[in-house]
Structure formats: structure tokens, C-alpha cells
């Protein structure tokens, strides 16, 4: 072929007098859709096309195009904004590939390509990339199709085994030479692969795509800094600008020549192989200086492709000259090199720099792009969605926009994902991840659920009493509260309590012929849940004789304790928990949709809603658009570095149960090595000024429920300027993707605070104690006596030796003794009374009123919490967490006991043992906290700590 100077028509199309393709570097809906593409195909002006993510960011990123197809898919299926992308995405590389098809056809296969990237998120993942060319190689299922893998060092290995597959591959961001030899090798050997597994090496296209006029922009920019600061070299440094560039791909160009003579590649040529043409890459001219299509001109040479951006190729197509310049002055090119060299251009560390700018532009582009769709998206899907409006101070604004742009930037939602432990602290944090993915697992085999409500409901229960602790009780009491009873089913109640009075209380409510008994233990060894087990088995073996097990069902996770027990039993149905989900974690497996199931709840509507929460926190959502993540770091942030570790839970009517699933979520996750956030749950709203600087507000509200009064008051607290989350759910179903936000957001402030928020370790420290206590019950027939330090009536006080010393002076007055307690509340603490009684309509209304005196007496936050329910949940955090709890715990004489069969115990031995464990362990922690203990009537008692209360405060 000779360098033949030719002014013709249509110069793009006289490029393939010289063997050169020109390809078009854009891409988008509308374009292919109104024939644009066809007939710039045609006209033979084009004769492939490529995209990358920056591209689909472009196209995708504004207008309404794409609307229509959004709206369509979202009608039938709940995707991830990751995968509608690809969906889109591949719609319009498939429509590319039908407009090129003839192109192929007549080329016999040479020709008329559109490639698709690969996510440049995994760009330095071989197995990633691999995986998904495979993935969208047969998602297009094109044979014009190329997937394009960048060249970093990982990438390499993935080309090669794509190509082995029988893959077209367009390798992308290529720089140096070096790179170029690597992908060559590459290439080579995965055709050696594919010929030595006798496939068809014959149909597997391949481009280099090397890029140019980003090398000059970097290199130019050097030489005028350098010429700026007086380089001696100035002259020869100026007669480089904008050679480099092209001198490098001529280069390659001579690499590729020498290649084509090698006796490896005409093996592979002998065998019907097609050669790997380059492709000239970024040849839109970035330096105004410079002709507009220099990267075009320079560089038209046989079996190569230039791709063109929309602009270059008018302006070629204008003005182009269409000569073969590739392979003259081949000469000059090595000399610009070796000029550069000796120059010090260090080209090699430009080249090393443009692979990683270019990697990290795509990922850019690509997270822009997912944030657009994921934007477009919640649009489209309205109030299907949740929604969260954060009203928070300057500062804290800030601070959270970089903590998301961190996020971003460092793809740590991505190693969530992918179950990487050092997101926390590199610990066994990777085998509590499976709360990821059991919401998909749990819709897959649905049909077992399913199944066993309809015999549920076949059998006409009309009680369902499940009886659990924390993780296995709180979210399936958040159901019962929330969705009450349903047609056809029986009521669902949730025991968690040990307290006898509450015990008795749910018997009266239960009759055996009628209940169906759900015992709910992750471990199966968990004292509270064994005991009541025992207790209404036993209830139930007197009333039902031998069709007993048959009212019983056990959730429990494989190999335990108690799924011993009621396969022996001969339990109706055990369902089994996933060891890999902690019970905090657990509300959206079997120990939720059992329960859900049980009581009636539409079960696959539930799951639908759960999902959708998984799809939005989904790691294709960057964090400023992904419901979890962002409150997450809202979380997160306000802890770490405002103080702001009071999370204070506020909701409508309807939905205001959720809080107290929340509050385990949060305060057994986070609180512990002395960090944690501190959750503030169902404290009665109350005027700006009563709260202190440590709080964040969660505002969660059912839309429907109307409540202008409390959204007003809301309003009241943003405009004093405090920070507020507001929550919006358009149903009460809502609440299962709600589930999943918490449980990202969670996982998400774990991680800022640098915490595993997967184990509980200073629950176990008061189950020891406990155990001990009862233990020592068992053989002595009593627990160990303990003295007051101080009487007062009915009132009666215990602490520690240290808390006891620094409020002995107080005497024995009960309101002095409270008040030398409460006086050592400070700015930023709160107050935990925590309750050992049992819950019900006066006690949960005495201990509400109780915190509220308290929290505007002191101006702290307060929890009003219930034992042992809470040790199970916030217990956690008041001992490992900050700290900050002044703690006042508050038991009582049983009125009544119950036994518990089996055992020599009783309920109340068991509540008292509780009761003291749990303070042995704050004691050891050094938490200000103080015991008062009511003998004789708890009606009178609870009269009388109140007025002391009241004196005191
Ligand atoms: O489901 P299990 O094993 O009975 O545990 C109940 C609860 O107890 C805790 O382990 C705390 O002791 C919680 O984390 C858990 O949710």
C-alpha cells in the first residue's frame, strides 16, 4: 500500500481504500432508535461503534429516552439500578449491533462491531471480569458484540481467558507500549487456548484500543510547565508538543507489524484466526491548537480502527485528509521518542498515571450514571419507595457529604457486598453477612412459607404465641403491633419477658386447644426461651395429652439445642434459621416470615416491599443516593464526630413498635469498646428546648396517618436547628424495606465508628452472672442475701460498693438518695431506668411519665426499658457502649411465682438473677447506676419512687 494523498467526498468513507475502519466512539437511545445510526452505517461513513460508562452517563444521565423502558421493566420486576443500567444499556448495544449487522455480514466478520465495558468497577479484579464478560457476552448474545476490558495488570489475565472463551474482546485503555505487548501476548495465548480446546478461533475479533490524545494533553502540560520555569531545555522541549502522542502509536503500530511476522501468529493465521486490529482511542483533539482531527489524520494506516467522537467525525468527514501516514516517518516518531526520553518526559510514569486516571474516570462516570438511573428510578417508582429527607446543621452537612464522597470514591458499599471484613474490623465480620442476601433467598422458596400459612389458617388457630428473645422477638412483635390481626388467623402475641406476672398474664390469654406455640431461638440456648418453652409445653402436654407437639413449632438455626428437642417431641414444623445472620439481623429470614406467615401477613407483598429495600441499597446505588448508606454515615458521622449518639426514635402512631426493633438493631450492633450510638426510643416528643446537643432525630412517619401536629412539632426542632431524619413510608408493608435500610445503615455506622457490629460481647458478660446466680440457687435453694445500703418505706436501695460509697452521705432518704444518683447526670449523658416488672398498660405509663420528669429535670435523653427484654437489645450498648448511662434499675417483690418445670427455679429466681447479673456487670464497668428494689405492693411502690422522684428532680 502506498501513501497516496487523496481528496475525496466523503473522506470517512475513503478510509477504507487504506484498510483503516472508522468507528464511532457514541452511543444513545434515540440515535439508533430514529435510523441515525443506519444510516451513517449505510452511507459507510461508520463501521462500528463503542461505548464506555462515561458515554451511558451522557446518554442515560438527563432526558427522558429512556423513561418508557424504565417504566416498563419496573412494571414487572424489582431490579437493582445496577441491573435496569445493564438492562438499558444492553437494549440499545443490542439495537447498535442489528443497525452493524450487515456490515459484519459482508465483511464476513472483520467488521462491524459495538462494544459494551465491562463495570469499571472491576477493573482490578481478573475473576470480576471475567465473570461478568462472560455474563454480558451472553446477555447480548451478539456475535457483532465485543466486551471491552481495560488493560491494568488484572485485566490482562481476564482478556486472555476471555478470548479462550470464544469472547470479542475490545481492550480498552491501553497507553504504553509495554501495556500494548502485554495485551498482544495476551490475545495470543487465549486464541492458543481456544484452538488447543478445538474451538472456533476463526469468529474471535479482537481491537487494542490505544489511546492518544490524552497522553499529549498530559505530556504537553509538562513541557509548558517546564518551559514556564525557565528550563534551560525550552527550545527542544517546545518541538515535542504535540508529537509524543502520535510517535507512541506508531510504535505500537510497528509493534503490531513485527507480530504479523512472527511464526506464533501466522500458526494462528494458518489456522483461520482474524489479527487483533489497533484501535486508535481518544482521537478527539483536546488542544485547541492542534488541528481538529490531527489524531485522525496522522494515524490512517491498514487493519486499524480510529473510533471518533460525534465531532471529530464531522470534521473529518469535513475536512479530512485520508492518506496512509501510519507507516511513514516512522523514523522521526522513534526519534521524538528517544528526544523524550533524554528530556526526562517519563513517559512511562504518564502513561502509568493516564491507566489510573482512566480507570478511576470510568468509575466516576459509571457511579454518576448509577446514581442517575437510581435517581430516575425512585422517581419512576414514586410512592412504592420509602423516602428520607435529612434536615441536618451546616457542619454535620458537610461532614456527611465528604463521609459519602469517601464512600464513593473508595467503593466501600462494593466490599459490603462482596462480604469483605476488613470494611469493620477484619474480624469474623464476614460470616454474619448473609442478612445480604436472604431476602432473595427467602423469595426464591417462598412456596414453603406459603404452604405452611395456608395450613396454619387451615387449622384455625386462634392464638399464635410465639416466645423469644431480641433478634427472634422483636421483630416479629414489630408484626403483631403493626398489621394486627388478619382474617382467618389467630392473633399473634410475643412473650419475651421472664417476669411471672407477665407469664401468667399471656397464659390468660392463650388457650392451648386453640394455640399454635412458636419458639423462636437462633442459638436454641438462650435461658428466657427455653423456659417458657417449658412452661407451656408442659401447659400444653396437660391440655392436649399427646397431640401436644403438634401445636408447637420451633425456629431455630441447624445443629441446635433445640432443634434436638423438637425433632424428639416430634414438634409440628421446625423452621431453620442461616448461621451466617446474627438475630438482630434476622427479622427478613424464617425468624420474621415464620411469624409473618403464622399470623396472615400477605407474605409475598411483604417480601416484595423487603426487596425493593435490598434493591435500593444495592451497590450499584452510589451512597448519597442509596437509602442505607447515606443514613448510615448520617449515623455514623453525627456519633463520631458531632457527639451526636443519641438516636432519637420518633413515629407516628401506626408504625411506632418499629423502635423497639431499631433499638436492638442499633444499640447491640454499635455500642461496644466504649463507642456506640445510644438509641432513644418512643421518649414523647417534646419542645426544642428540651433536648441537649447529642441528639439525632429519626422521624418516621406513615404518610397516611396524617399527623399534622407531630410533623409540625418536627418542623419546630429542624428550625432550632436540630438535626432531623425524616422518614417517609407511603403503607405500614412499607416497614419490610425499612428492615433492610436499618440493617445497611447499621452495618454502615458500624464501620465509621470501626466496630464489628455483628457480636454482642458484653451481653454474654451478665448471661455469666446470671448463670452463676442461678447456679448457686440451684444448690443452696437461695439467692446470695445482699444488704440495702439505704431504706425508705417500700423502697429499698442497692448498688456496688463504689456507687454505694459516692452516695452513702445522701442518708436514707429515698429523694436524697435519688438525688445525690441523678446529680451526677452531665450534659451528654442519659438515663437508662430499666425496669424488671412486669410490662403492661399502668407500667409502661408510670415508667413514661417517670423518664419524661427525668429527661426535663435534666435536660438528657432517656430509655424507658423493661427487663430482661432490653439485655437482649440495648443491654448491650449501657455496658460496652459510651460511658454515658446513668443507670437506674428498678425491681420489685413478686406478687405471684410461677414454677419452671424441669428446674428447681422459678420465674421470679430467674428475673431476680437477671436483675443482679445485669447489675453486677454495669457495676464492673463502671457505670453510675443504682439499684431500688419495691417490697410488698407494686402499685404502692411504684407511687412512692415517683414522689421521691419527684423531690428529688
Ligand atoms: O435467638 P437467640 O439465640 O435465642 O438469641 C436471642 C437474642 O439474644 C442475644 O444473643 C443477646 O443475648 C441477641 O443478640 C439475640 O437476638
Partial sequence: MTANATTVANPLQALATLHQSPWLDFIRRSFVLDGTLAKLVREGDIRGVTSNPAIFQKAMGEGTEYDAQMRDVLSTSILSPGALYEKLAVTDIQAAAAALAPVYEDSKGRDGFVSLEVSPYLARDTHGTTHEAARLWADVARPNLMVKIPATPQGVPAIRQSIAAGINVNVTLIFSLAAYRDVVEAWLCGLEELKAKGGDISRVASVASFFVSRIDAKIDAEIDRRIKAGDKQAPALAALRGKVAIANAKMAYVYWQEIMQTPRWKALEAAGAQTQRLLWASTGTKDKAYSDVLYVDSLIGPQTVNTLPPATMDAFRDHGRVHETLTTGVNDARTVMDQAEQLGLNLEGVTATLLDEGVRSFADAFDALLGSVAAKQATLMGEKLTSLKAHLPDELAKAVDSGMEDWRHAGTLRRIWAKDATVWTGGPEANWLNWLDVVDERRANLAELEAFQAEVKARGFRQVLLMGMGGSSLGPEVLAMTFGKHEGFGHLYVLDSTDPQQVAAFEKKIDPHHALFIVASKSGSTLEPNIMLAYFQDLAKRALKDRAASHFVAITDPGSKLEAHAKQEGFWKIFSGDPKIGGRYSVLSNFGLVPAAASGIPLRLFIDDALRGVRLCDASVPPAINPGVRLGIIMGVAAKQFGRDKLSIIATPQIMDFGAWLEQLVAESTGKLGRGIIPIDDETLGGPRRYGQDRLFIYLRLATEHRHEQDEAIATLIDAGHPVVTITLHSKRQIAQEFFRWEMATAVAGAILGIDPFDQPDVEASKVETRKLTEAYEKTGALPPETPFAQCGPLAFFADAANAAALKGAGSDAAAVLKAHFDRVKPGDYVGLLAYIERNRDTLEWIQHTRLHVRDAKTVATAA?????????????????????????????????????????????????????????????????????????????????????????
Fill in 865 to 953: 426499658e423493661f427487663g430482661p427484654r432490653f439485655l437482649h437489645s440495648t443491654g448491650q450498648a449501657y455496658k460496652g457502649g459510651p460511658n454515658t448511662g446513668v443507670f437506674l434499675q428498678i425491681t420489685a417483690d413478686d406478687a405471684r411465682d410461677l414454677p419452671v418445670p424441669g428446674s428447681n427455679y422459678t420465674f421470679g429466681v430467674v428475673k431476680a438473677a437477671q436483675a443482679r447479673g445485669d447489675f453486677d456487670v454495669l457495676a464492673e464497668r463502671g457505670r453510675r447506676a443504682l439499684r431500688v428494689h419495691i417490697r410488698g405492693s407494686l402499685k404502692d411502690g411504684l407511687a412512692a419512687l415517683a414522689k421521691a422522684l419527684h423531690a428529688a428532680l
